[in-house]
């Protein structure tokens, strides 16, 4: 470490002696102060280093979210081991796939993953140990992570720089398999500094930590509260009731959400009765009707919107009544400019391609350095989003590259081509055309658009219940069309602008 480099586990000391009794993290009925948690980040970095653990070495993680989860993401930066945060949504197949692509040395895994981690371990010769992460019966060939937690606890200076790997998010799958994006502990900090600046936490706030922490918005979402000294009530999974009561309980401040989420809590307070009047920041992607309806609710409290990606994390954020539909101005650590198909920047009111210089971009996608110098060309991080600016300098979302094109439901990401492409397994299905199309409820729905193998009979939902056998049940369809043929473009590709002109309504 050099006399520039301030990391992670640096803010998990200095909370430690300076906010030492402090409630730190929540989970069920154990409560750490600060104190309490950077004891507990040495004693298992003591552990992972006895049992074999160097830095770079990866440790995957397939479990619910825990108090475990965030002490094990503490003590891998102490000793500089990446995390490797693994999407429990995933199916067996797409877990092997993923721990196979960055071949950790060491796998976690909740109770209820320990067969799918077994299964996708078996032929991966790197992994020397798996461990249960939390409660539940251990099963063969597993280890209880309590062992790895030592008292004996001996220092030793490990040379960590702030722009060292820090945890690896697996993205959604471009051309059929997802890309594990590298966040160094510099990326992570200088966005903790951001989300502090632009909702003004201090160490009084309080994160009620729902979403999953494989996912980069629950992750530094908890990150940011922490580094300031406020509070994380982790929850395993997203629970209306279950949101609400610890609002009340733990006076929570801060939540970050994606749609079903924010109706689901409104609809769920309406048939109790619950004091959330503590909220004041609620970020993330939702209904303008629900955002409203919460902002009636709860007048104190400030939704915000943002344009953020895995590899960029918060490019840009605003309060959404400061010019709704926007998605904020540039954060005061990112450049942001716009380019068209040949890197030329556009002028203001057009769309072109958001393009990124900031701290808060990735290192690289994880073993794929042609994609990351293609991602990275002429010095900027090109995000495959459009969008355009206004007069005052505030950029307006407009839609997705072709070549980049995703569907968001219920803030995942799911790239048309890896459904696509399932879909193709399938003998009686001869083509397709995956689109998103708006949903009430989840913000974007899948729509897949299919003609049959002349001769072939299908069922919508066989072929629904195909995919979501396949991969994670969140990238099946909602909705199956069956089509005599799909329209083409002169170089015999399928016109997806005009398959969405046909059936993009919504449904």
């Not at 069920?28 to 004693?43: A, I, M, P, T, V």
């Not at 320990?114 to 099963?139: C, D, F, P, R």
């Not at 503590?278 to 970020?283: I, P």
Request: charged share 25%.
């Amino acid at each position: 470490m050099n006399v520039h480099d301030f990391t992670i586990y640096d803010f998990i000391c200095r909370n430690a002696e300076l906010n030492e009794k402090q409630d730190c993290l929540v989970f069920k009925e154990r409560r750490l102060s600060f104190g309490d948690y950077k004891e507990k980040c040495d004693q298992l970095a003591a552990g992972l280093t006895k049992a074999g653990i160097v830095k770079g070495d990866r440790i995957g993680v397939v479990a619910y979210n825990s108090d475990d989860y965030m002490i094990l993401f503490g003590a891998s930066a102490k000793i500089g081991a990446i995390v490797l945060a693994v999407n429990w949504r995933f199916q067996p197949e797409e877990v092997e796939y993923v721990l196979k692509d960055c071949t950790p040395k060491m796998v976690f895994a909740g109770e209820s993953f320990q067969e799918t981690v077994a299964t996708a371990t078996e032929n991966l010769a790197s992994v020397e140990g798996k461990y249960l992460m939390g409660e539940g019966n251990l099963k063969e060939g597993f280890t209880d992570m309590v062992d790895l937690f030592l008292n004996d606890i001996i220092e030793t200076e490990i040379d960590i720089s702030a722009d060292d790997g820090c945890v690896i998010i697996h993205t959604a799958a471009v051309e059929g398999h997802p890309r594990g994006a590298l966040l160094s502990q510099a990326n992570l900090v200088y966005n903790n500094l951001l989300t502090m600046l632009q909702c003004g936490l201090n160490k009084n706030d309080c994160n009620i930590g729902f979403l999953p922490l494989f996912h980069v918005a629950g992750l530094t979402n908890a990150l940011a509260v922490m580094h300031v000294g406020g509070k994380n009530v982790i929850a395993e999974r997203f629970d209306a009731e279950e949101t609400l009561t610890l609002i009340e309980k733990e006076k929570g401040t801060i939540f970050f959400n994606f749609a079903p989420i924010l109706g689901m809590i409104m609809d769920k307070y309406e048939e109790g009765n619950y004091d959330i009047s503590s909220m004041k920041h609620v970020a993330g992607i939702d209904s303008p009707e629900n955002i409203k309806r919460f902002m009636k609710l709860v007048p104190g409290c400030t939704c915000y919107t943002g344009f953020a990606q895995t590899e960029a994390m918060g490019v840009s954020r605003a309060p959404i009544m400061e010019r709704p539909g926007c998605a904020g101005k540039p954060s005061v650590l990112t450049k942001v400019k716009l380019f068209d198909d040949y890197d030329k920047e556009v002028p203001v009111g057009t769309p072109g391609e958001i393009c990124v210089r900031s701290p808060t971009v990735f290192l690289g996608y994880w073993g794929l350095e042609e994609d990351t110098a293609y991602t990275f060309r002429n010095g900027w991080h090109h995000t495959g989003d459009i969008g355009k600016f206004d007069e005052d300098g505030y950029l307006w979302y407009v839609k997705r590259k072709a070549q980049k094109e995703l569907i968001k439901p219920g803030g995942e990401n799911v790239y048309p081509a890896e459904v696509e492409k399932t879909i193709l397994e399938h003998e009686s299905v001869k083509e397709v055309s995956v689109i998103g199309v708006p949903d009430a409820k989840w913000g974007e729905a899948i729509k897949a658009i299919c003609v049959l193998v002349p001769g072939k009979s299908l069922e919508a939902g066989k072929l629904i219940e195909f995919v979501g056998s396949k991969i994670a049940r969140y990238k099946k369809p909602q909705q199956v069309v069956f089509v005599d043929s799909l329209p083409k473009l002169d170089s015999g590709e399928v016109d997806r602008d005009q398959v969405k002109k046909d059936h993009g309504g919504k449904f």
